[in-house]
């Protein structure tokens, strides 16, 4: 426990949390990071096995140090990324504690306390970046829980292996539906249930690109018209390799389940083994439940990334509300740069 408050601490230590981590250790600020997970690696740690970036390492790395790249144009794999942000927590040499899981965040005098499994902490500033990893969310679907075939969330898929010679139905229209279908499409029967025609990108356009697209649609400089979101589908070569066998023809969603399957909007009926559901995540904000300032809609209204109700916190890394395309690698470290300045002059106003 600490005695004396930290300037800040930093909960999570995940893209996040190291790329905010590298400019508050540039300027001189006495932090902890405060990590739930085993080992290095965030999120990236419960990716499926198969996982890719959309982009080349040169575009898809924390501020200080690029990601190594096998070559040019190879977007890395799941592996590549935990093996990169492990070497980057070391290169910097930050103090991260872990396993820690901070069960409450709440205000005292003169400072906040963050509460966790293992102790109590003090610091002036706290600033969140737990993402979202742990809050995925499934749709409410009448008779979901009679179906008696397995039901998982992308966040718990790991592998094709446990679904082959099965008939699967995988639900969502993002880029985790389209590589996760890829891939299963390849030993399974699937159907691919999506709420509208999936938008897949020009083979041209990776990450990098999307990225700047989106980002320019946020901070308002484009109008919108342009094609390409963070939510279009990124062609990398699982994708491209699925087209050519046609496996991305996608259905709408169906309105209800059975005991064996699905029913369509026109009532015909679909016998399923298996459904994933790869409709997103939201953040993961419980921790800060005791501060008040979750909203109904499950964020926590913002300023440059400050908390209007309770200016000592401060939050990164969980989406376009906390910095534009701040939950990527690459926004990660950009939202970084423009919120830590602030960050620190509060701190240093006391």
Not at 80 to 98: M, N, P, T
Not at 187 to 213: I, S
Request: hydrophobic share 40%.
């Amino acid at each position: 426990m600490s005695v004396n408050p930290l300037d800040v601490i930093l909960i999570g230590a995940g893209q996040a949390g190291l790329a905010s981590a590298y400019y508050l250790r540039r300027a001189g600020i006495d932090f902890v990071m405060l990590d739930a997970e085993e080992s290095s690696g965030g999120a990236w740690r419960h990716g499926w096995n198969s996982l890719r970036l959309f982009s080349p390492a040169s575009f898809s790395s924390l501020p200080g140090w690029l990601m190594p790249a096998r070559s040019a144009t190879s977007y890395p794999g799941r592996n590549e990324v935990i093996d990169y942000l492990s070497r980057y927590e070391a290169r910097y040499g930050f103090r991260i504690e872990r396993p820690v899981v901070v069960t409450s965040v709440r205000q005292i005098d003169g400072c906040l306390e963050v509460v966790t499994d293992k102790a109590r902490w003090h610091a002036r500033a706290v600033l969140s970046t737990t993402g979202t990893w742990r809050k995925p969310f499934i749709p409410d679907y009448p008779g979901a829980s009679e179906f008696k075939g397995r039901q998982l969330h992308s966040a718990d898929y790991v592998s094709e292996q446990p679904f082959v010679g099965q008939r699967v139905a995988i639900v969502g229209g993002g880029n985790s539906g389209a590589q996760i279908l890829a891939e299963i499409s390849k030993v399974a029967e699937t159907v691919w249930v999506t709420p509208q025609v999936p938008v897949f990108l020009p083979d041209d356009v990776d990450g990098h690109v999307l990225f700047e697209r989106a980002t320019a649609r946020v901070l308002g400089k484009k109008d919108g018209s342009e094609p390409g979101g963070l939510g279009d589908i990124v062609m990398v070569p699982s994708v491209r390799e699925a087209r050519e066998r046609g496996a991305l023809g996608s259905v709408r969603p169906f309105t209800h389940f059975d005991v064996n399957g699905v029913v369509w909007r026109d009532g015909t009926r679909t016998d399923l083994d298996a459904v994933i559901w790869c409709t997103g995540f939201r953040s993961a904000l419980d921790h800060l439940r005791d501060l008040d300032v979750v909203t109904e809609d499950g964020k926590v209204e913002v300023n440059g990334g400050q908390s209007i109700k309770q200016p000592r916190l401060w939050l990164a890394g969980y989406g376009n509300w906390t910095g534009a395309a701040s939950a990527t690698l690459l926004g990660a470290g950009r939202a970084a740069r423009d919120m830590i300045p602030r960050l620190v002059a509060s701190v240093r106003r006391g």
